[in-house]
RNA sequence: GGCGGUAUAGCCAAGUGGCUAAGGCGACGGUCUGCAAAACCGUUAUUCACCGGUUCGAGUCCGGUUGCCGCCUCCA
């Protein structure tokens, strides 16, 4: 039984599927006017693991991303660098799948963009007009606030607080400052499509709900996100959706924390942005995967390089026994139930992935303590199995080595020359090789079962 | 000002009333090794921001205080 948290009551609940054995799931994408960074990432890996664990636990998942392709920032963004907000997207989109690729993150079924979907949009809006809900005034349509009651049951807000607090941006045309638009009037220059209150543009908090809501149908199980999208993005998006529809809208709302740069928040607009493909530059994908999953997926969570440093021990220590037990080959091994339930247990616990890296860390340290005390070969294939299965559903460990093979031949062939040197006792020799090799940042170990290497 | 979150060792981080407070990183000492690395063994929180309360029993529940963070404006 899998236990989510859910920001609409406030409470861990038992996830109930609306169609059995069948999870569709909504997580807002990036709005694609700059490069995607670490906090970015956060909110892919969270959708990720949700993702894995439920096709673990054996439920059939769709998964839907967004891009958001057309908004303000990328209009101004045109502007100034004269560059089509079109290739502008294209380009940061080619970049977040580039890296999202590295990090072994899951493909989502579909990534609809809000250019694409604006006949859906448009369709949504015009239900919104005819019900009510929204009105046309000086080119633009908005959303009336007040007539839907449910305003403010995602992130706990008052009408009345949000009209005292009152920095939103003052509008002539709109009845009540809190109103949000739904479509934008295009001005002189800017991009456009044709539409029944004039030529425009989507408002920014539309297209998630039209998109979902035609992928997944008007009731689905998730909705997920960065917290800052709390509130307004997914208020405002309940309030489209259910004032359409009459329907309840996304049944469970998960949000991940924020991750704040050195005690810092990250923001596009402060402009302290850790770039992902920067990270990647200096540190292994599954180091960052461990970085990420060392905390619970709600927790905010401080950026300071040296915690991304701090897991390349941990890393390590993973990938020395995934060695140490390769070298034994033989038939698929059983699980180790123990520790399996263990996993699970962390995992059914909304997603628990510091509490699964900490029983994946104890059984390390079983097979090793294990390995010392002699050869079980059953033992050891029984946790060659347990430990991939584990490291798989976190995303761990998956992908192969993509160093080039011709050096790993060389080098290995270097080690065999270096073995037979040692055995002649001739050790200036093959610590001449070792030192050699530590300046292209090739390290070798020593072992009893024989040498091995590993790069810098 | 309103709303929400959080406070556990040098650092990160589990802990959702009850055996001696997980796990990782780091550090120190030891075993092994030609040396090194890895691994192993041991040490590293009498105590969970603070003050009260409930309870046979609280890091865990309740009230208050303080600090930090986020949202309320574009943001994953």
């Not at 739904?182 to 543009?201: D, F, H, I, L």
């Not at 008007?218 to 489209?240: C, R, S, V, Y």
């Not at 998956?398 to 270097?414: A, C, G, R």
């Given at each position: 039984?899998?236990?989510?948290?859910?920001?609409?009551t406030?409470?861990k609940?038992?996830?109930?599927?609306l169609?059995?054995?069948?999870?569709?799931?909504?997580v807002?994408?990036?709005?694609v006017?700059?490069?995607?960074?670490?906090?970015?990432i956060r909110?892919?890996?969270?959708?990720?693991?949700?993702?894995?664990?439920?096709?673990y636990?054996?439920?059939?998942?769709?998964l839907?991303?967004?891009?958001?392709?057309?908004?303000?920032?990328?209009?101004?963004?045109?502007?100034?660098?004269?560059?089509?907000?079109?290739?502008?997207?294209?380009?940061?989109?080619?970049?977040?799948?580039?890296?999202?690729?590295k990090?072994?993150?899951?493909?989502?079924?579909?990534?609809?963009?809000?250019?694409?979907?604006?006949?859906?949009?448009?369709?949504?809006?015009?239900?919104?007009?005819e019900?009510g809900?929204?009105?046309?005034?000086?080119?633009?349509?908005?959303?009336?606030?007040?007539?839907?009651?449910?305003y403010?049951?995602?992130?706990g807000?008052?009408?009345?607080?949000?009209?005292?607090?009152?920095?939103?941006e003052?509008?002539?045309?709109?009845?009540?400052?809190?109103?949000?638009?739904?479509?934008?009037?295009?001005?002189?220059?800017?991009?456009?499509?044709?539409?029944?209150?004039?030529?425009?543009?989507?408002?920014?908090?539309?297209?998630?709900?039209?998109?979902?809501?035609?992928?997944?149908?008007?009731?689905?199980?998730?909705?997920g996100?960065?917290?800052?999208?709390?509130?307004?993005?997914?208020?405002?998006?309940i309030?489209?959706?259910?004032?359409?529809?009459?329907?309840?809208?996304?049944?469970?709302?998960?949000?991940?924390?924020?991750?704040?740069?050195?005690?810092?928040?990250?923001?596009?607009?402060?402009?302290?942005?850790?770039?992902?493909?920067?990270?990647?530059?200096?540190?292994?994908p599954?180091?960052?995967?461990?970085?990420?999953?060392?905390?619970?997926y709600?927790?905010?969570?401080?950026?300071?390089?040296?915690?991304?440093?701090?897991?390349?021990?941990?890393?390590?220590?993973?990938?020395?026994?995934?060695?140490?037990?390769?070298?034994?080959?033989?038939?698929?091994?059983?699980?180790?139930?123990?520790?399996?339930?263990?996993?699970?247990?962390?995992?059914?616990?909304?997603?628990?992935?510091?509490?699964?890296?900490?029983?994946?860390?104890?059984?390390?340290?079983?097979?090793?303590?294990?390995?010392?005390?002699?050869?079980?070969?059953?033992?050891?294939?029984?946790?060659?199995?347990?430990?991939k299965e584990?490291?798989?559903?976190?995303?761990?460990?998956?992908?192969?080595?993509?160093?080039?093979?011709?050096?790993?031949?060389?080098?290995?062939?270097?080690?065999?020359?270096?073995?037979?040197?040692?055995?002649?006792?001739?050790?200036?020799?093959?610590?001449?090789?070792?030192d050699?090799?530590?300046?292209?940042?090739?390290?070798?170990?020593d072992?009893?079962?024989g040498?091995?290497?590993?790069?810098?």
């Amino acid at each position: 039984m899998i236990r989510i948290y859910n920001t609409l009551t406030r409470k861990k609940e038992e996830f109930k599927p609306l169609e059995e054995g069948k999870v569709k799931m909504y997580v807002c994408g990036l709005t694609v006017q700059d490069r995607p960074h670490i906090g970015h990432i956060r909110a892919s890996i969270t959708a990720d693991i949700l993702k894995r664990y439920f096709e673990y636990s054996g439920f059939d998942v769709t998964l839907i991303t967004n891009f958001t392709d057309i908004d303000d920032k990328l209009i101004e963004k045109e502007k100034e660098t004269g560059e089509d907000f079109r290739s502008i997207a294209r380009r940061i989109i080619d970049e977040y799948f580039e890296n999202a690729d590295k990090l072994n993150i899951k493909r989502a079924d579909f990534f609809p963009e809000a250019t694409k979907h604006i006949q859906e949009i448009q369709e949504l809006v015009s239900r919104l007009i005819e019900k009510g809900f929204a009105y046309v005034s000086g080119g633009n349509v908005y959303y009336d606030v007040s007539k839907f009651s449910g305003y403010g049951k995602l992130s706990g807000k008052k009408l009345e607080d949000l009209r005292v607090g009152a920095r939103v941006e003052p509008d002539e045309t709109k009845r009540n400052p809190v109103d949000f638009v739904v479509w934008k009037g295009a001005k002189p220059g800017e991009p456009w499509w044709e539409s029944p209150w004039g030529r425009g543009r989507p408002g920014w908090h539309i297209e998630c709900s039209a998109m979902s809501m035609h992928y997944l149908g008007e009731t689905f199980d998730i909705h997920g996100g960065g917290a800052d999208l709390m509130f307004p993005h997914h208020e405002n998006e309940i309030a489209q959706s259910e004032g359409a529809t009459g329907k309840p809208f996304a049944r469970y709302w998960v949000h991940n924390g924020r991750l704040n740069l050195s005690g810092e928040k990250m923001s596009k607009s402060i402009g302290n942005v850790v770039l992902i493909s920067d990270i990647l530059k200096t540190y292994k994908p599954d180091v960052v995967r461990l970085y990420l999953l060392s905390t619970h997926y709600r927790s905010p969570l401080e950026y300071y390089e040296d915690r991304l440093k701090e897991q390349e021990g941990g890393y390590e220590r993973l990938r020395q026994v995934l060695f140490l037990i390769s070298q034994t080959e033989g038939e698929e091994g059983e699980l180790n139930k123990e520790t399996i339930d263990k996993f699970k247990e962390a995992m059914d616990d909304d997603f628990n992935t510091p509490k699964a890296l900490s029983a994946i860390y104890s059984y390390t340290k079983d097979i090793f303590e294990t390995m010392k005390k002699g050869p079980d070969t059953k033992w050891i294939l029984s946790a060659k199995k347990t430990l991939k299965e584990m490291l798989s559903v976190l995303g761990l460990f998956e992908s192969e080595e993509d160093h080039e093979k011709k050096d790993d031949d060389l080098i290995d062939l270097l080690l065999t020359i270096r073995s037979d040197i040692r055995e002649k006792k001739l050790y200036e020799l093959s610590d001449k090789i070792r030192d050699g090799l530590k300046k292209l940042n090739i390290e070798i170990e020593d072992t009893d079962e024989g040498s091995r290497w590993k790069r810098e």
